[in-house]
C-alpha cells in the first residue's frame, strides 16, 4: 500500500527531471446417527413381535449396527490448493513450517552477520515472528497466482476485489464477520486496484460498475496479516504487450531497492539506485517514445505490527533523507513508474480509510461517528478498510459518521493518488523482513 511524500518534504529531494532516458437441508438423505438409529429400531421390534428369520435351524441372525459417519471439514487432507483457493494454507503445511522468502546475504561491512554466531541467536529468538510473516506471504502468493490465472478484460473491479478478498479470508482461516476475527488474520489491507493514470488506493465501492478493458493497465496491491504482521506486496497486469517495457523499468527498481536495502544503509543512497534504474527505460506508446519517470511523492515503507505505514518512508528518487534502515525493521520495497508527470495528486472518490495510531481523544458530537468508531475498534484497529468492508458488516447510513472521524483526526482518508490524464502508472513491491543474519524477501514468489 503506498505512502505519500509529504507535500513538504518534496522540495528535500534532489530530483533531475531533464535526464533523457537511455533506449532500452432440504430434501437431502440424513446419513451417520440418525439414519442408523432407525434402522437399529426397526430391527429390534422385528425381534420382540415376530418368528425368528432361520428358527428351523435354531439361529437367529442379527443386522450389525451402523457407526456414525465423522464428516470430514472442508479442505481437511487437501495437498493442493483449490481453484478458487478456499483450502487453508495451514492444512497444506500442517506442521506449520511456511516456505521462507527469497534469501539475500547482507554485503559490505554487515557479510559477517551471516556466520555470526551471536546474530544466529537472536535470528532463532524470532521463530513465532517469521513464521507468521511466512504464513502471511504464503497466503498472499497462492491468492495471487490464482488472480493472475484468472483476472481477464471484461470482469467487473468489484468481481476482482471480491475474489481476491474471499480467497485471502478463507486462506487465512478468518472470514472477519464476528467481530475481532479480521483482527486476528486476513486482510492487511483492501485490495487496490488502480487503473491507467490512477498509481494507488483505488478500490470500488458499493455500486461501482467499472469493468476492466484490454488496454488498461491495472496495479494489484493487497496486504495479508496474520497476527498484525502484515505481508505487503504489488504488481501490474497487463493485457497488451505495449506496455512491456513500462513493466520492466518498474519491476527492474523494485529489485534494485531490495538489493541496496540493509542494515546501516540510508535511504538517500536507495532512492538514488532506484531512480537510476527505472529512469534509463522509455516505452512506446501509439508510435510515440515516453521516458519511464519514478513518481516522486510516492515511496516505499517500514511496516510495524497492526500497522501498514511505518515511521520510516524509502524514497524512490535520489534526494537527502540520511535516516538509516535498522537491524529487525520490515520494509514495504515499492516503486512506482509513469509516462505522466511523475507526481500523483488526490482524485476520485476515497474509499481507503484507516484508524490512526496516535488518534486523539476527542469528543465526537455525532452520534453515528460513537458507533461507527465503536465497530472500527473491534473490527479494524489500526488495520486500514474500505467502505466495501463496512458494507459487509452490515454497517449503513455510515458516511456522515465516517467523514466526522476523519474531521476529527481520529481516522485518516486514503484518496486515490493519480498522474496527469492519458497517462500509464505501474507498480511492483515486496515485503522484505531485515533479520539479524540476512535479508528475507518474503513476499518473494516464481511470478516475481
Known amino acids: 500500500m503506498a505512502a505519500k511524500v509529504p507535500s513538504g518534504e518534496l522540495g528535500k529531494l534532489n530530483i533531475d527531471n531533464g535526464k533523457k532516458p537511455a533506449g532500452a437441508s432440504n430434501g437431502v438423505k440424513k446419513e451417520g446417527v440418525e439414519e442408523g438409529e432407525h434402522e437399529d429400531s426397526d430391527d429390534d421390534n422385528a425381534e420382540e413381535g415376530a418368528p425368528e428369520v432361520g428358527a428351523a435351524s435354531g439361529v437367529a441372525k442379527k443386522k450389525k449396527k451402523r457407526k456414525p459417519k465423522k464428516k470430514k471439514a472442508a479442505g481437511a487432507g487437501a495437498t493442493t490448493q483449490s481453484n478458487p483457493p478456499r483450502v487453508l494454507v495451514s492444512t497444506l503445511f500442517p506442521a506449520g513450517q511456511y ?5 539475500q546475504e547482507y554485503r559490505n561491512e554487515n557479510n559477517f552477520r551471516t556466520t555470526n554466531e551471536e546474530k544466529r541467536h537472536l535470528d532463532r529468538m524470532n521463530n513465532d515472528f517469521l513464521t507468521e510473516y511466512r504464513h502471511g506471504a504464503e497466503v ?5 497466482q490464482w488472480a493472475q490465472k484468472n483476472v481477464k478484460p471484461g470482469m ?3 468481481e476482482i476485489a471480491e475474489g481476491i478478498e474471499d480467497g485471502v479470508r478463507a486462506l487465512t482461516g478468518h472470514p472477519g464477520l464476528e467481530e475481532g476475527d479480521n483482527i486476528k488474520g486476513g486482510m492487511g489491507f483492501p485490495t487496490g486496484l488502480s487503473i491507467n493514470h490512477c498509481a494507488a488506493h483505488y478500490t470500488p465501492n458499493a455500486g461501482n460498475k467499472m469493468v476492466l478493458q484490454k488496454e488498461d493497465v491495472m496495479k494489484v496491491d493487497f496486504g495479508v496479516h496474520v497476527n498484525g504482521r502484515i505481508v505487503d506486496s504489488a504488481w501490474t497486469m497487463t493485457f497488451d504487450p505495449v506496455y512491456d517495457n513500462l513493466l520492466a523499468a518498474v519491476k527492474d527498481a523494485t529489485n534494485t531497492g531490495i538489493r541496496e536495502a540493509g542494515i546501516d544503509v540510508r535511504m538517500s543512497d536507495i532512492g538514488a539506485a532506484i531512480q537510476e534504474a527505472m529512469e534509463s527505460y522509455e516505452v512506446e506508446i501509439g508510435g510515440t517514445a515516453f521516458p519511464v519517470k519514478a513518481i516522486r511523492n510516492l515511496n516505499g515503507h517500514s511496516i510495524s505490527q497492526y500497522s501498514i505505514h511505518g515511521t520510516k518512508s524509502v524514497p524512490i528518487v535520489k534526494g537527502g533523507d540520511q535516516t538509516k534502515m535498522e537491524e529487525g525493521e520490515t520494509f514495504a520495497i515499492e516503486t512506482f513508474g509513469s509516462t505522466g508527470k511523475g507526481y500523483v495528486r488526490d482524485d476520485m472518490e476515497t474509499s481507503h480509510y484507516a484508524k490512526k495510531a496516535d488518534a486523539p481523544n476527542v469528543a465526537l458530537r455525532v452520534t453515528s461517528a460513537r458507533s461507527l468508531l465503536n465497530v472500527i475498534n473491534k ?3 489500526t488495520l486500514p478498510f474500505c467502505r466495501r468492508y463496512l458494507d459487509r458488516l452490515g454497517q449503513d447510513k455510515y458516511l456522515l459518521g465516517l467523514n466526522h472521524l476523519v ?7 486514503y484518496p486515490p493518488l493519480c498522474d496527469i ?7 511492483f513491491e515486496h515485503t522484505i523482513l531485515l533479520r539479524p543474519t540476512v535479508k528475507e524477501v518474503v513476499s518473494r514468489g516464481d511470478d516475481f
Open 99 to 103: 516456505p521462507e522468502g527469497e534469501i
Open 140 to 144: 498472499h502468493r497462492q491468492v495471487r
Open 156 to 158: 467487473t473491479l468489484t
Open 379 to 381: 473490527n479494524f484497529g
Open 407 to 413: 474531521n476529527s483526526g481520529i481516522v485518516e482518508a
Open 421 to 427: 490524464k492519458g497517462s500509464y502508472t505501474a507498480q
